[in-house]
């Protein structure tokens, strides 16, 4: 009855962008994220060169560039990002190295969750910048006060969201274990941890985000190097663009630990993907 | 049946199960509960809902304490789950991280096997149970149906003495049901282990078992006994064709709308103010 049936081809189906929880071809889906950095940096420029901002408040995206040069050939970037990235990383090792067994401990025992999740809970709601005084008393303004920060900052967290990733192991991957013939602790091992890994390698990416955000902190209160300190000192002495540059660098660094983090996921886990 | 002087694979022996509960204090789930499976025996375990199937089936395993009585396997009491009892679970318990052929392998951790022996154990059982192509997939690529053949497979090549498959299909759509009931049939009337298969598909248990245990409302008993005397080899074309298949239906099913309806009435008597 209806002739369009026989006679036309399939007919080119009209992309509809916006159904509820509906795809979208994936050209789509990087364009509108392009495009939204490029407005964003097109906003940014146009408010500057018509000097709808005073530089001292905004400075213009070539500026903040300049600064970048500048601060790559003098070396000072690369000392800050150093610097930085070295109290990072040995905060968070810290944090983690004790995270992971107590975490673990804890979703696996529920001994060990009402030992310490009172505590834990306790001294997770105060706030790690508070800390930063005392902690300078305690330990000064060198590498050692940072690592104190960024620990209080992410290992209360931190054990916690081990915990829950062991604890959402599947009880029949226990059960059917013991019905195998293994003993509690071959379980433990190859069991348990193995099906929470995924769960911890994400754990991991997340807090050592988090371990940005409490450096940052530290170094803006009191440092002689690193990020933090370089935004802080710029703001002495109103150089903005070093500030806004600081907070880019911080941010691309962010993302780049996000980023390695995820590769490995997908290489470390390579059945977690469900397509073939 | 048996009157030889060897112990049946499994016996239980008044059992109970009472579960202390927060708000109504004692909850008698299972009430002097007896039975007995034979060696390379089918039985079933059929019930209304809540009626304390599964449990029995998580006693036995001895993944759940026995409140009072006693659950045998060849004489020797349960106390500890062992690998002298295989485990199929409704869930998929496959584990992500292992292909098909290593999850059906991890069962042989213990058997002390030498490799090469080990490998040829499992390709036979992943023949059995027509999966050998999949050796190399992860569990997350196959189906829900394929999914529980590979967990068979586990189950069954380390040579329990016995094996509780608590509604291993239960999670399935009602064609690869029928499938898998067809496959268990084939595989079972091959190996001819000792199995105590939990479910509340009455067609079902008719269909793979020797006898069928048909449990009351809770607090679970046996309410009966009813042996399946159809001929095998079965199949499922021809077994539910057979007029005896029929009766046995009729009878299991009025049985446990009795049991259903008494729950039923338990349930809203207590809802009510």
């Known amino acids: 009855m209806n002739q369009s049936q026989e006679s036309t081809p399939v007919p080119a189906r009209r992309v509809r962008l916006f159904e509820l929880h509906g795809e979208i071809p994936h050209g789509y889906y990087l364009a509108a994220g392009a495009s939204f950095i490029g407005i964003f940096l097109l906003g940014w420029t146009l408010l500057t060169a018509f000097g709808l901002i005073s530089p001292i408040f905004l400075p213009s995206p070539l500026a ?13 970037l690369w000392q800050d990002v150093l610097a930085s990235s070295y109290r990072i990383i040995v905060g968070w090792l810290i944090s983690t190295a004790l995270a992971l067994p107590i975490g673990i401990l804890m979703g696996n025992f529920r001994f060990f969750e009402g030992l310490f999740e009172p505590f834990n809970d306790l001294v997770r709601y105060m706030p790690a910048v508070a800390f930063v005084p005392l902690t300078i008393l305690w330990a000064g303004v060198g590498d050692t006060q940072k690592f104190i920060i960024i620990f209080i900052g992410t290992f209360f967290q931190e054990v916690l969201m081990i915990m829950d990733n062991v604890k959402i192991v599947p009880r029949e991957f ?28 994400d754990t991991f990416r997340i807090t050592l985000g988090w371990a940005w955000t409490y450096l940052v902190v530290a170094e803006l209160v009191a440092a002689n190097v690193g990020l933090g300190y370089r935004i802080m000192r710029a703001q002495r002495f109103l150089e ?35 397509t073939r | 049946m048996n009157t030889t002087a060897t ?17 109504k204090g004692q909850l008698v789930v299972m009430q002097d509960l007896s039975l007995v499976v034979h060696q390379n025996e089918f039985v079933s375990l059929v019930g209304p809902s809540g009626c304390g199937k599964s449990t029995f089936l998580m006693m036995v395993a001895g993944l759940e304490s026995i409140t009072r009585g006693l659950i045998q396997v060849d004489g020797q009491p349960v106390l500890a789950p062992g690998a002298d009892r295989g485990m199929v679970f409704q869930s998929y318990t496959l584990f992500p991280w292992l292909t098909v052929f290593e999850n059906v392998r991890f069962a042989l951790r213990k ?13 036979h059982y992943l023949e059995r149970v027509g999966l050998q192509a999949f050796k190399d997939a992860y569990p997350n690529q196959l189906s829900g149906g394929m999914r529980q053949r590979v967990a068979i497979a586990r189950a069954l090549v380390y040579k329990p003495k016995m094996l ?7 999670a399935l759509d009602a064609q690869t049901r029928l499938l898998m009931q067809e496959l268990l ?14 479910t509340h598909d009455v067609e079902e248990a008719i269909l793979l078992s020797d006898r069928v ?10 309410k009966e006994e009813v042996v399946v005397d159809l001929p095998r080899p079965r199949s499922l074309l021809e077994t539910e064709a057979d007029v005896r298949f029929a009766r046995l239906r009729k009878h299991i099913l009025t049985l446990i709308r009795e049991e259903a309806r008494l729950t039923m009435e338990q349930e809203t008597g207590m809802n009510t103010p």
């Open chain 2, 164 to 170: 509780l498959m608590d509604e291993p299909f239960g």
């Open chain 1, 64 to 76: 903040v560039l300049q600064e970048l040069t500048s601060q790559v050939q003098s070396g000072i």
């Open chain 1, 240 to 274: 903005t663009e070093t500030i806004i540059l600081g907070i880019l660098v911080i941010g691309v660094l962010g993302l780049v630990t996000d980023y390695a983090f995820k590769i490995t996921y997908n290489l470390l886990f390579p059945w977690m993907r469900r």
């Open chain 2, 111 to 123: 058997s002390g096997l030498p490799r090469q022996e080990q490998d040829q154990q499992v390709l």
């Open chain 2, 7 to 23: 112990p049946p694979k499994l016996q239980a022996r008044n059992v109970w199960k009472v579960f202390r509960t927060a708000s």
């Open chain 2, 213 to 222: 245990y048909v449990m009351t409302a809770r607090p679970g008993r046996i």
């Open chain 1, 174 to 201: 226990i059960q059917i274990s013991y019905t195998l013939g293994l003993n509690k602790w071959e379980i433990l091992r190859s069991v348990v941890l193995r099906s929470a890994f995924p769960g911890i390698w």
């Open chain 2, 185 to 198: 049939l084939q595989v079972w009337e091959m190996e001819r282990t000792t199995v105590l298969f939990v």
